[in-house]
């Protein structure tokens, strides 16, 4: 009984309808349009001064990939028409336990973190290389160009002093000439939804949205004639910080507690970064009001919970839970609750909410694409890929699953043009083909 009655409480604050998914498609649609002439609104719509390759880039180039978690150096080699080799490469976590530096945090400056990338970079070129270099730098940034983008503010957390209002690449040239780095030129910035996209379109002409499904969450898309520039580019939406949604107690609470309440309010629903803490502030909640793990001392239960952390790798293996006893979920709140007495129902109440929250943060996701289709191919006259990249994506069969769910149920028939594609190494074969592009400039 206890299930049942928990299973609607929640389904009432996390489903999301089908009437819904379009109405929210046509709020995104109506942001989009704000955006894009300057118009107050949730959508940024930045240009990226990047039009589509043509598939015929070639050559090595070193790529910096700077999504907030790990950086990412690698050597990559274009062989044209969506070929590619990747060489040598390194990834460092940016918040390194094992050597106590985080570079993420307040107390870290722009001079500690580009430092820091210039030296990564110092270990995998080789010093008398010339080398042209892209940056995937995901963060919103205000371009003014393809080589200069200045951070408007940071996302997903972060929180290194100084960055902000900065020119990337004059941090990042200013550290490389500190640090004696003379044969690395970087020629590029870009977004890695932008990098996701460029590498769709590197093998076909179809691709014209790029998505990320991970950490964060972001989409871009190719404008063939931007209002307010007669260059056809590809416009990074930045559309984590859409906010026409209906926000329930828990995202409220998430906003309010983080690093910037009232942003990214989208992001903060679908992002890997948050799906966790949505479900520990369930948790915490329902064991405050006796629903959960009710055989145990409530205030001890609660400070462990309140302390502990969980992941949206943790989510994902509650969700995928399929043994009869729910034995791995069982584990887990062992593992990271200090229960032991779990009862079957609280087992369940813990994979019915996983999977409430992947599959809402699948839903609004497709919300956002079925908006971005109407403003580029209304009638789905021509084949669509989205292409997308990131950890949740790529990681949760579930996740992919609810998401073509949600474009089938809306498009119906036309469903069959929209096809909705994995995209590996996004970022850093991103970073190498705008580098392509743009070498001679
Ligand atoms: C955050 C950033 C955005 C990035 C996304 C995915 O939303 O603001 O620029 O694309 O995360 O990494």
Redesign the pocket.
């Known amino acids: 009984m206890r299930f049942y009655n928990v299973q609607k409480v929640l389904s009432d604050q996390f489903s999301v309808t089908n009437l819904q998914i379009l109405n929210i498609s046509k709020l995104f649609y109506k942001a989009m349009l704000q955006g894009l002439n300057d118009e107050f609104g949730s959508l940024k719509m930045l240009p990226s001064y990047m039009n589509k390759p043509t598939r015929q880039e070639k050559g090595e180039y070193l790529t910096i990939d700077f ?2 978690t790990n950086l990412r150096i690698e050597v990559m080699e274009l062989l044209g028409n969506g070929a590619y080799k990747i060489g040598k490469s390194l990834s460092i976590p940016l918040d390194n336990r094992k050597s106590g530096s985080n570079f993420t945090s307040e107390r870290s400056t722009a001079t500690d973190l580009f430092g820091f990338i210039a030296c990564q970079i110092r270990e995998l070129a080789e010093p008398h290389k010339k080398y042209f270099l892209g940056h995937t730098f ?3 940034t205000k371009q003014t160009g393809p080589n200069s983008a200045t951070l408007l503010k940071w ?2 957390e972060l929180k290194t002093s100084g960055v902000e209002g900065q020119d990337i690449n004059v941090l990042l040239s200013e550290a490389l000439k500190a640090n004696g780095i003379h044969n690395v030129f970087p020629k590029v910035i870009i ?3 932008v990098g996701t996209l460029l590498t769709a379109a590197y093998k076909s002409p179809h691709a014209n949205i790029g998505s ?1 499904c ?5 989409t871009c898309y190719f404008e063939p004639s931007p209002p307010t520039s007669n260059t056809p580019m590809i416009i ?1 939406i ?4 859409f906010n026409k949604l209906q926000f329930n107690k828990y995202d409220d609470l998430l906003d309010r507690k983080s690093e910037k309440p009232g942003e ?1 309010r989208l ?1 903060k629903m679908v ?1 890997g970064k948050y799906l966790g803490e949505l479900v520990r502030l369930i948790v915490l909640d329902f064991v405050d009001n006796g629903i959960l793990l009710c055989k145990c001392n409530k205030k001890l239960q609660k400070e462990i919970i309140t302390s502990c952390s969980i992941t949206s790798k943790d989510v994902a293996e509650i969700q995928s839970d399929n043994t009869f006893q729910l034995e791995i979920i069982n584990y887990f709140i062992n593992s990271r609750f200090h229960y032991s007495d779990s009862l079957l129902e609280d087992r369940k109440i813990l994979k019915i909410t996983a999977d409430l929250i992947i599959k809402r943060a699948a839903k609004l996701i497709a919300s956002t694409y079925l908006g971005i289709l109407d403003k580029i191919d209304p009638n789905l006259k021509s084949k669509q890929i989205i292409s997308l990249d ?1 950890s949740l994506y790529g990681n949760i069969p579930l996740f992919q699953k609810y998401i073509r769910k949600s474009l089938d149920d809306a498009l119906g028939e036309k469903s069959g043009s929209v096809i909705v594609e994995l995209i590996k190494d996004g970022s850093g074969v991103g970073a190498a083909i705008a580098a392509a592009m743009f070498k001679y400039l």
Request: glycine share 28%; net charge negative.
């Open positions: 999504g907030g995901s963060f919103p996302t997903k977004n890695d939804t990320i991970g950490t964060g969450h972001n990074n930045e559309s984590g910080n990214q992001e992002g990131g």
